[in-house]
């Protein structure tokens, strides 16, 4: 504290006790912040107008909601003009009541030495029918993400070369990390173990045991005081 | 024209003159380290096409994370890259204290790089010993397992577990370190780097190690890049990318090491790249052994709520592990579970690129690329 003579309070209270160190105060929760006065935010409107939508920040991320058309160009700017050379990640995420339901969430990180190390997000939204421009003609590994949000969501991509399942087979029903999708499996049709079991007996492959995940009740916590073991 | 890695020209007098073969690979082959599956189109013994088939170890990792509570998560990272566990934990735990606003105390700090680079050290003796043998080379094997063997008894002292480490929580850590665990570790990390001279002395300079590994799988920095590849495989590339310079998180900015890179981009280079980083990893545990004794019976657990609810928000959080970035993406909504929790998994990403590493060469040679790229499928898969 600057004015350090003066924290004696009036009538000669004694001086607050110095300040805990953070790991001993509550956890200071981030907050969504608007950030349009970032500088690659303003360089990125200027450059693709109409193309950002809004920029926020929320514990230091830096997240641009892009236009769907528009997502491939940003992503080719921020590479091309800024030095955002390196794909960190695709991936998908699912809001059933929010229309369109589904976002598609890129990282793009700039490297040392050119550039300081950053990374920013870029969020679009999409439904099922609507496709999403493809990265794969910005950074070639686009590639397997995408098709690993298709895989999860059945987000489609425009124009990448191999719009096919990644992590579960050709053929497969459904798109499992979509919020309506049972976490015990769905029936695909085919009874396992078929020579050992009848047809109307042993495990069904996705019909699960019946069991239910529960409802998120308040974990019991590991440790056994609160605000931490010592 | 010769293949890079000096062996003879497959076209001169190839067995199948000008028809291509189509060449299933795995997924029960034992040199692609787990259920990997490769389709190759071959030209004779020359691979003129790959195209890996995965997800035969796919257990819906990321539809779990959304039924649990933030804690009880860390175990699910544990099974992702089963031979890093504790890096997944860290990156784990560093996005959910992001997400939540935690500050770690520094005890908790550098107990945990203390862990991280000894899973660094035990996570490359496994690349190593694997891809030794793989290509041949069976003495190493014992060697590292021999080592791996004293860094996995330092896991079980602190933890109890070996492998599935679970050894970290949001905030902090579960417990301090047993009476003697820093003196054990201080000895293994002085003994260990005569150990990576003994591995060198088998392998750097051996003609037949290199004949196999120089010029083979070469992958330029620009089309490293372009992948998405990160870890000792960029590094080789000749782009001195680490995580733990460039945003420094846990103890790392209060602890010196060299970042080590090579040239070339090769098989060969990515040895050289590994067998240095697991030097420097030695030199981390060392000085955050000697910061820890001013920290003793300090706190390893910041002050946080007994339920952790995760803002409405969203963050990245991406460490480097030992194969490359592993980061996590989690959504909140208030609630104690995370809305959405991806992972940035470096084994994925790097094993997109083995297609571009192993046109061109020959079949033997993918068992040396495979090993060189390091995958976990268990990651790759999820």
Not at chain 2, 127 to 150: K, N, S, V
Not at chain 2, 259 to 288: F, H, W
Request: hydrophobic share 35%.
């Amino acid at each position: 504290m600057s004015d350090g003579p003066s924290a004696v309070g009036e009538g000669g209270t004694p001086a607050p006790p110095a300040e805990k160190p953070a790991w001993e105060r509550d956890p200071v929760v981030p907050e969504w912040r608007d950030a349009d006065d970032d500088p690659l935010a303003a360089a990125l409107r200027e450059a693709l107008p109409e193309a950002i939508r809004s920029v926020k920040t929320f514990a230091g991320d830096l997240t641009f909601d892009v236009e769907r058309e528009r997502l491939a160009d940003v992503a080719r700017e921020l590479k091309t003009a800024h030095g955002f050379s390196l794909i960190v990640d695709v991936c998908g995420a699912d809001y059933p009541n929010r229309e369109p339901r589904f976002d598609v969430v890129v990282h793009l990180a700039s490297l040392p030495p050119d550039r300081a190390y950053r990374v920013v997000r870029l969020k679009t939204q999409t439904d099922e029918a609507t496709p999403v421009p493809t990265l794969t003609g910005v950074y070639r590994g686009a590639n397997w993400p995408e098709r690993e949000v298709f895989d999860m969501y059945g987000v489609r991509f425009e124009g990448h070369p191999d719009m096919t399942r990644i992590l579960l087979w050709e053929g497969f029903n459904g798109h499992p990390l979509r919020k309506e999708f049972p976490v015990e499996g769905i029936d695909t049709g085919a009874a396992i173990y078929s020579e050992h079991y009848g047809e109307t007996m042993g495990p069904v492959a996705g019909t699960g045991t019946g069991w239910k995940p529960p409802k998120p009740a308040p974990p019991v916590s590991d440790e056994t005081e609160e605000g931490g073991a010592k | 024209m010769s293949t890079p890695n000096g062996a003879p020209d497959p076209s001169s007098d190839r067995l199948f003159t000008g028809e291509e073969m189509e060449l299933s690979f795995g997924p029960q082959h034992p040199a692609t380290h787990g259920v990997l599956r490769l389709n190759l189109k071959i030209e004779g013994e020359r691979i003129v096409g790959c195209y890996p088939i995965i997800g035969y170890l796919h257990r819906g990792t990321e539809k779990l994370f959304e039924l649990h509570p933030f804690f009880q998560n860390v175990p699910h990272t544990d099974r992702m890259d089963y031979i890093a566990a504790a890096t997944n934990n860290l990156a784990y735990v560093g996005a959910v204290e992001k997400l939540v606003g935690l500050t770690v105390p520094p005890r908790a700090r550098y107990i945990r790089t203390i862990l991280a680079e000894l899973q660094r050290i035990s996570s490359h003796l496994v690349w190593l010993a694997t891809h030794a043998i793989d290509i041949g080379a069976m003495t190493p094997f014992f060697y590292c397992f021999r080592e791996r063997e004293r860094v996995l008894d330092l896991f079980e002292q602190y933890c109890g577990a070996r492998l599935t480490l679970n050894c970290m929580r949001p905030g902090g850590l579960p417990f301090d370190l047993p009476a003697g665990w820093a003196d054990t570790c201080r000895r293994f990390c002085e003994d260990y780097p005569a150990k990576i001279d003994e591995y060198e002395g088998l392998l750097t300079e051996n003609r037949i190690w290199k004949r196999r590994t120089v010029g083979v799988g070469v992958l330029s920095p620009e089309a490293a890049l372009d992948l998405g590849v990160t870890g000792p495989m960029l590094r080789a590339s000749g782009i001195g990318f680490d995580l733990r310079k460039v945003r420094p998180y846990e103890a790392y900015g209060e602890v010196e090491f060299a970042v080590p890179t090579a040239q070339n981009g090769d098989t060969y280079d990515r040895y050289i790249v590994r067998m240095a980083e697991m030097r420097e990893s030695t030199k981390i545990v060392l000085q955050c052994l000697d910061l820890l004794p001013a920290t003793e019976g300090g706190p390893i657990m910041a002050k946080r709520p007994r339920v952790l609810k995760g803002p409405k928000g969203e963050v990245y959080h991406g460490i480097e592990g030992p194969k490359g970035e592993i980061g996590f993406y989690i959504v909140g909504d208030g609630t104690p579970n995370p809305y959405r929790c991806h992972v940035r998994p470096p084994s994925f990403m790097n094993l997109q690129s083995l297609p571009d590493l192993a046109n061109g060469h020959l079949v033997a040679d993918l068992v040396a690329l495979i090993g060189s790229t390091d995958i976990v499928l268990g990651e790759v898969d999820r």
